[in-house]
């Protein structure tokens, strides 16, 4: 972890009300994994004066002073318009990487990963260096409509991707959950990223099938501090209280209480 002023290399809309933003920072690009954190400073002075939590949405390792890592956000907001108005040259006081991110077991082949909506962000970074790595990913991917699901031409071309929309105008009508049943018994390791509501619903819906998966999940939660100060991220799970910036965010889904 470390703060540091990163430079904008690009700045623009990925999705309605989404956009993407592409930092050169090339020591916290060798140091992150998929599913850690940046703390970003959204403004010139101390208005607003908590820094904004952005998961790490793409990783570019590179060497020597090459290195890049894009965060997804939104277009909206006191914050988030200082982001959307940053421009390429400009610089991003940001601190990082934070939290802990996913871990894939060294004899895992098949990897299957569900998310929806802001849950992307994280997981395309994972299944960028998975599909880089030889493994096989299936991505699952909901939205509210298919005018808000991520751009399919920017996925790994090695990625197998499913898709579920609320309203029926792509692929499954339904949540995104509701596609998980038909890879269960392929994937050997699960990983989601979402909403409480949707760990629930997964928790459910896979409750009787077998075998049994180790699902990994990120408890994406308000942040303040973000390094285990301030005790605002505290998630409830079944070995007792948890800091979702330090002991997090990934976690278990069989060790969330629901």
């Known amino acids: 972890m470390q703060q540091l002023r990163a430079i904008i290399e690009s700045n623009e809309p990925l999705l309605p009300g989404t956009g ?10 060798r140091a992150a994994v998929p599913g850690q954190f940046l703390l970003a400073r959204c403004g010139d002075g101390y208005d607003p004066l908590l820094r904004r939590p952005l998961s790490i949405h793409r990783i570019k390792p590179g060497a020597g002073a090459e290195g890049s890592i894009a965060v997804l956000y939104s277009q909206s907001g006191a914050g988030t318009a200082y982001l959307r108005s ?28 569900l998310g929806s909506g ?14 880089a790595a030889g493994r096989n990913v299936v991505l699952l991917a909901g939205a509210a409509s298919a005018g808000q699901l991520y751009p399919p031409a920017r996925l790994p071309p090695e990625v ?3 898709v579920a ?12 959950v509701d596609l998980a049943e038909e890879y269960w018994a392929w994937a050997d390791e699960v990983y989601a990223c979402g909403s409480t509501a949707m760990y629930g619903n997964l928790a ?26 301030c005790y605002a991220c505290t998630i409830e799970t079944r ?6 910036c330090k002991d997090g965010p990934r976690v278990l889904l069989a060790d969330l209480q629901l």
Not at 20 to 29: M, Q, T, Y
Not at 125 to 131: K, S
Not at 239 to 244: F, T
């Open 20 to 29: 993407i933003l592409w930092l050169r920072a090339p020591d916290v690009a």
């Open 86 to 113: 940053r421009r390429p040259g400009d610089e991003l006081d940001i601190i990082g990487p934070l939290g802990k991110g996913f871990t894939v077991h060294r004899s895992s082949r098949n990897l299957l990963l």
């Open 160 to 162: 197998e991707l499913a």
């Open 165 to 176: 929309t609320e309203d029926g105008s792509a692929g499954r009508k339904g949540a995104v």
């Open 239 to 244: 070995k007792g209280p948890r800091l979702a």
């Open 204 to 229: 459910l819906r896979t409750a009787g099938l077998w075998p049994r998966k180790p699902v990994q999940v990120l408890a994406e939660m308000p942040m303040a501090c973000g390094v285990g100060a």
């Open 118 to 131: 802001w849950g992307l962000a994280p997981l395309i970074a994972l299944a960028d260096r998975e599909t």
